[in-house]
């Protein structure tokens, strides 16, 4: 018997489309799933999307909204993508942070920024801050000095908004030492077997050029991954008083 | 010898595609004329912002636009006419007795007569791929003269738009602004796989806002035109942003002429 596990990310307030995503894990008979932060921001439903992952006890990293959330911040500190996007992003963070409870707030607040299983790590961004975006065509030293320096074999991340799956093989790292006044470098090499980075991509602001939600099943024994891209264009609609008071931070909400 | 062909058909059915086709295979002088069709219960026609004529005119600049030159001398007759008209039904017979009355009455304040008459979905001469038969049809659309658009925000934008964000859009076709000059043909169909994005041949020097046309036509059904206003209004970039994209293409504009 294999044993799967999926791994959500970047919910962002979009009760519909995780209720369709984490009902699609079920349907798998999938019980162990990990979520990779920024359970609010942009949608209409911070507070139910963060009472849903407490109910159902799902291991979650910090995110970088769920981190400026909290700390008071008005807007994300992440570079946004477009002037569209930092718009709805500083709309989003002032209307979202009014409505989060304090006692979800307590939650965000202790949200561990990594999660570590043997030798999978999960993170938000990056091991070094849950604002780093590892892009699918970052350097292959850079990415590969991410995962080898975090002691991990796969690293799961999101925050990109984009799902991929990038090995790194036959890497190695040579470093070189130089002390204070000392020429005398030095030099250490070590050759690396393949590290691998998942990128689960979103379920909540998909940017993947589709509208549809993504997660990752990973498969603990063959190591085997896949990127599931769920439609949720039928999601509930959102209560006509939400509707009312809630800015366009996101389409179609 | 004039040729004059009404080219009839409904939205997104690639008129103005077959039309511009046919200008660059024939061989001598060229003339456009845009009229507006008929609307019908529950039928709205797309408002007819010179997007077509625009697009026409910069891929064939000789091209005459009958409604712009109407009353300027013309140094030779025009050899082949072609005259768009949107319209959802086929026509009830071929040929002038065909021609829907509105478009008659356009026509005689051209002095015009078309000796052809072709509808998109009814030749077989024409393509017929996307040629779609709408129930209902609501239009709107946004003069955006003068507007600069963020690129990137146009991207996103563009994808919610066809992907139903704004209500279930069927045809989306739009001239817009880029901060470094150019100008974009956007244009979607339902029944496409993905949108057209093509470059204008005119492009305006990276310096304020360009003068020139630009729109935007929607036409679907359960459209949110107070959805649309709004992200349009984040996307487009102000005087001052404008000048941040525009200020190092003109240092780089000099510097490339000065070692030149």
Redo the contacts between chains.
């Keep these: 018997m294999t044993m799967s596990h999926a791994v959500i990310s970047c919910l962002h307030a979009n009760l519909a489309a995780c209720e369709a995503v984490l009902a699609d894990i079920d349907q798998q008979g999938i019980d162990t799933i990990t979520c990779l932060g920024d359970l609010v921001g942009y949608g209409p439903q911070p507070n139910e999307v963060i009472e849903l992952v407490r109910e159902r006890s799902i291991p979650t990293c910090q995110g970088c909204w769920d981190e400026d959330i909290i700390d008071g911040l008005n807007a994300c500190e992440c570079s946004y993508?477009?002037?569209?996007?930092e718009?709805?992003g500083h709309r989003a963070h002032h209307w979202a942070a009014e409505r989060i409870t304090e006692d979800n707030k307590v939650f965000l607040a202790s949200l561990p920024m990594t999660l570590r299983r043997d030798r999978l790590l999960f993170v938000h961004g990056s091991p070094n801050s849950q604002h780093e975006y590892l892009l699918p065509d970052m350097s292959a030293f850079a990415a590969l000095e991410r995962v080898e320096t975090a002691g991990a074999e796969t690293l799961f991340c999101g925050h990109t908004h984009q799902p991929y799956v990038r090995e790194l093989s036959e890497g190695s790292i040579r470093v070189s030492v130089q002390t204070n006044g000392n020429h005398n470098d030095s030099e250490q090499a070590m050759t690396l077997p393949m590290r691998r980075i998942i990128n689960a991509g979103s379920v909540g602001e998909p940017r993947h050029?589709?509208?549809k939600a993504t997660y990752v099943v990973h498969d603990d024994d063959s190591g085997a991954v896949s990127v599931v891209k769920w439609s949720t264009?039928s999601p509930k609609p959102v209560k006509p008083s939400l509707r009312r008071d809630y800015p366009?931070c996101s389409?179609?909400v | 010898m004039q040729n004059t062909w009404l080219i009839t058909g409904p939205p997104g059915c690639g008129k103005t595609t077959w039309i511009r086709d046919s200008f660059l295979k024939h061989q001598g002088t060229c003339a456009y004329l845009r009229l507006s069709g008929s609307e019908q219960d529950g039928l709205q026609q797309g408002h007819n912002a010179g997007i077509d004529s625009t697009w026409l005119q910069d891929q064939i600049p000789e091209l005459l636009d009958l409604r712009t030159t109407a009353g300027a001398p013309r140094p030779t007759a025009p050899r082949l006419l072609l005259i768009e008209v949107q319209q959802f039904q086929p026509p009830t017979s071929s040929g002038p007795d065909g021609i829907d009355p509105q478009v008659l009455r356009q026509l005689e304040v051209f002095n015009l007569r078309p000796d052809r008459s072709l509808h998109f979905g009814l030749d077989p001469e024409l393509p017929h791929e996307d040629v779609l038969d709408f129930k209902r049809l609501e239009s709107w659309h946004r003069n955006l003269q003068g507007c600069v658009w963020?690129p990137?925000?146009l991207?996103?934008?563009w994808?919610?738009l066809v992907?139903?964000?704004?209500g279930d859009v069927y045809r989306a076709k739009a001239l817009m602004n880029m901060p470094d000059g150019r100008s974009f043909l956007c244009n979607w169909m339902v029944s496409q796989q993905s949108s057209q994005f093509l470059p204008l041949e005119a492009v305006e020097p990276p310096a304020g806002r360009p003068n020139r046309t630009s729109h935007l036509v929607v036409q679907g059904r359960a459209l949110d035109p107070a959805?649309i206003e709004?992200?349009i209004d984040?996307?487009l970039?102000t005087d001052d942003?404008l000048e941040l994209h525009q200020a190092p293409l003109r240092d780089r504009q000099h510097a490339l002429q000065s070692n030149g």
Excluded: H, I, K, M
């Design positions: 993508p477009s002037q569209l996007a718009r709805r050029g589709s509208t264009t366009r389409p179609g | 963020d990137n925000s991207s996103s934008f994808f919610e992907n139903g964000a704004y959805g709004s992200t984040d996307c970039l942003v």
